[in-house]
């Protein structure tokens, strides 16, 4: 059974850090297109980062550059999300998502239950 499972949401302070994980099992993630995505209450998904199955990425979001950072671990299976200098707008349930081979959402086939992230003083 494909299944992503994301972790390491939370509740930060405005500046803050976090780093969302995002294990996937059942089937081997670099063979695949991997993303991240968020939604905040709302709002319409919006998405940050994919890499797709050639290893090409794509940034979604302007409003994230130079403060997030998307990186993989094979031998882990598993991508994650380095948010750095957090801002209260950055509050939203972030998600992975994975299938490909492209970077589209048409394409993209399986997506975590998602972890929340709130912002806030």
């Known amino acids: 059974q494909l299944q992503l499972v994301e972790s390491g949401g939370g509740l930060v302070q405005p500046g803050g850090s976090l780093r969302l994980s995002c294990a996937a099992s059942g089937f081997t993630l670099d063979y695949y297109a991997i993303g991240w995505f968020r939604q905040a209450p709302g709002k319409e998904r919006e998405g940050i980062f994919c890499i797709d199955s050639s290893g090409g990425s794509t940034n979604y979001a302007d409003s994230v550059k130079g403060r997030f950072a998307m990186s993989r671990d094979n031998a882990k299976n598993t991508v994650y999300l380095q948010m750095n200098s957090l801002k209260p707008e950055d509050t939203a349930v972030y998600y992975c998502?994975?299938?490909?081979?492209?970077?589209?959402?048409?394409?993209?086939?399986?997506w975590g239950q998602g972890t929340q992230v709130t912002v806030s003083s």
């Open positions: 998502a994975a299938g490909g081979p492209l970077c589209t959402l048409a394409q993209l086939d399986y």
